[in-house]
Structure formats: C-alpha cells, structure tokens
T-cell receptor
Framework: DTAVSQTPKYLVTQMGNDKSIKCEQNLGHDTMYWYKQDSKKFLKIMFSYNNKELIINETVPNRFSPKSPDKAHLNLHINSLELGDSAVYFC?????????????FGPGTRLLVL | RKEVEQDPGPFNVPEGATVAFNCTYSNSASQSFFWYRQDCRKEPKLLMSVYSSGNEDGRFTAQLNRASQYISLLIRDSKLSDSATYLCVVNVGNQGGKLIFGQGTELSVKP
C-alpha cells in the first residue's frame, strides 16, 4: 500500500498553462507539505497544512495555490506556468505538527515546462 | 549563508571503506535533526534521527554537537547499496515541523 501518493508522476506542459498536482496520504497524519526540488537537487519547503489549515507559506509566487479538502489530501494548483517552475514537486506528511516527528515523502511529480 | 550546509561531494569510495559526512546549521533554535537518504530519481527517506548523545544504527553512526551546530554521519563497511545522496536535515519546528534540507552529499561506492 502506498502511504503518500501523488498524481501525475510526470507532467509536461507549455508555458502559460494552468496545472494541478494531487497528493493523498493514507497514514492518518495531521500535517501535509509541498516541497520543490530544483535542478541543483536543492529541496525546499513551499507550504504546510495542519488539519486543512495553512501553517507554513514560504516565499512562493501567488501563482501557486495549495488546497486541502480534508486532512488526507493536499493539492497544488499552479497558474500561468513559467520555465522556472520546472522541478520535482514532493508531497509529504507527518503525524504531528510539532518538531520531533519525521516526514514521509511521496514519489514526486516531475514537472517540465516548455 | 545557507541554513544547512553540506559538502556536495561526490565521495567515491571502495566497498568496505569508512566514510564520514559533515553538516553545519545556522539556526541555533533548531529542535531536531535527521539524516535522510535520496536515491536517484526517488523521494527522500529517513535514514536516522540524530541525538545529542550520538546514536548508532548498524553500520551508521550519527553525532550532533549543538554548541558547534554541527552534525555528522559515519558509514562503516560501505556497501554498493549505500550509493545515494545523503541529506542533512534540520527541523526548526516553529510552525509545524518545518524541515530545512542541506543540498546533499553524493556517495558512490565502487566494487
């Protein structure tokens, strides 16, 4: 059973398009995250939700809008895609919103903007 | 200065070698510390947590020095399967488990 799943796994699209990435976790965790890993392999947090409430919102263009319909799902919608948005986007979840717990990552969505 | 800094490598070592990775972090309020492993084109996975007293898990030993804001990982008797990127991770924890990742150290173990 996949603990944290993401769809799609690969996404190739044109500049200017709008796209969404979906994430689901079946671990019963309270907190979910979106990370971006760029071409230099640097992994950086974008957003975090705890029980459907936004907790962390890093300096991310407002073209990126996360949505959490329930605590098992956290989707990421991206408007007006740009070349620089090409990256691997990882969803993650953790059982508590305090610091000691570790995070479990999904397999990633490889986004290529042409 | 990056919040978490690592030597990117690559470290190329023969099987059976001992290899050590170092990491420094800048936020003295950091609350918890981890080493994650990321295989090529895969997601990061937790390797081990790092405690002030030092901790060992088989061939892997992690150390934390809060005064120096320094974290290390020692791998003994390297296996081919240890080839991966090792990510030093710090949780500043002010707002719901915020993980700050180092850029990773690439390890390649050769026969």
């Amino acid at each position: 059973d996949t603990a944290v799943s993401q769809t799609p796994k690969y996404l190739v699209t044109q500049m200017g398009n709008d796209k969404s990435i979906k994430c689901e976790q079946n671990l019963g965790h309270d907190t979910m995250y979106w990370y971006k890993q760029d071409s230099k392999k640097f992994l950086k947090i974008m957003f975090s939700y705890n029980n459907k409430e936004l907790i962390i919102n890093e300096t991310v263009p407002n073209r990126f809008s996360p949505k959490s319909p329930d605590k098992a799902h956290l989707n990421l919608h991206i408007n007006s895609l740009e070349l620089g948005d090409s990256a691997v986007y990882f969803c993650a979840s953790s059982p508590l919103s305090v610091s000691l717990e570790t995070q479990y990552f999904g397999p990633g969505t490889r986004l290529l903007v042409l | 200065r990056k919040e978490v800094e690592q030597d990117p490598g690559p470290f190329n070592v023969p099987e059976g070698a001992t290899v050590a990775f170092n990491c420094t972090y800048s936020n003295s309020a950091s609350q918890s510390f981890f080493w994650y492993r990321q295989d090529c084109r895969k997601e990061p996975k937790l390797l081990m947590s790092v405690y002030s007293s030092g901790n060992e898990d088989g061939r892997f030993t992690a150390q934390l020095n809060r005064a120096s804001q320094y974290i290390s990982l020692l791998i003994r008797d390297s296996k081919l399967s240890d080839s991966a990127t090792y990510l030093c991770v710090v949780n500043v924890g002010n707002q719901g488990g915020k993980l700050i990742f180092g850029q990773g150290t690439e390890l390649s173990v050769k026969p």
